[in-house]
């Protein structure tokens, strides 16, 4: 499986700033995700990270909010804008494995907490 | 309303003990996988099953797949305070979509 590396691990923001987070694979993927995790809660699917053109947004997130970049197959950033406590979650990245049966791989959090 | 339901939402027992966590939906999934995450960590792909009525084993953990594709559960046989954690059922839909539906989650404590 590939191995998934998020910066930053954690941060503590301003509320009305913006943050942006970074997910590096360590080889080339098809498909990319962003998931939010709140406090004790399971996982939400953000989007998803399209190479070379615009993310597929979940119903209940807009791009303006959380802006994607995808440049290539092995990076992909995400931001999360004009923050308010509400916003404060874990924030994941995951990658699809290779064998055909939907399995997906965890990078290890990025833990964001606005006050 | 949550598509994947997973039951109990928490359990914490004594070491030894056996339990089951089960995952359910009204909806049909192409295929199913059982994460496990720990604090400060992603979630950990623990097995896919993609077969009606298949039934995997990986050491004292026993996943099985409903027959319909709609369900599926997760036992622990004499659990240990490593499996202390938190379990998540995640499934594709049959739509042929890629991205995932998380279940709720079940939250395990594993008493020593």
């Known amino acids: 499986s590939a191995v998934i590396s998020q910066k930053p691990s954690r941060d503590i923001c301003q509320r009305g700033t913006s943050l942006t987070i970074q997910c590096q694979v360590d080889s080339q993927v098809t498909m990319m995700f962003w998931y939010r995790q709140q406090p004790g809660q399971s996982l939400t699917l953000i989007a998803t990270a399209n190479q070379g053109s615009e993310a597929t947004y979940e119903s209940g997130f807009v791009i303006d909010k959380f802006p994607i970049s995808r440049p290539n197959l092995t990076f992909s950033t995400l931001t999360v804008s004009n923050m308010s406590p509400e916003d404060s979650s874990i924030y994941l990245c995951s990658v699809t494995g290779t064998g055909g049966r939907f399995e997906q791989y965890f990078g290890p959090g990025t833990r964001l907490t606005v006050t | 309303t949550q598509l994947l339901e997973q039951s109990p939402q928490f359990l914490s027992i004594q070491e030894g003990e056996n339990l089951t966590v089960y995952c359910n939906s009204s909806?049909?999934?192409?295929?199913l996988q059982w994460y496990r995450q720990e604090p400060g960590e992603g979630p950990v792909l623990l097995v896919t099953?993609?077969?009606?009525?298949e039934v995997k084993k990986l050491k004292r953990l026993t996943f099985q797949f409903g027959d319909a594709r709609k369900d599926s559960s997760l036992h622990i046989t004499a659990a240990q305070p490593g499996d202390t954690g938190l379990y998540l059922c995640a499934g594709a839909l049959d739509t042929g979509r890629r991205a995932l539906t998380f279940g709720s989650g079940t939250r395990l404590q594993v008493q020593p």
């Open positions: 099953v993609v077969t009606g009525g």
């Open positions: 909806s049909v999934f192409s295929s």
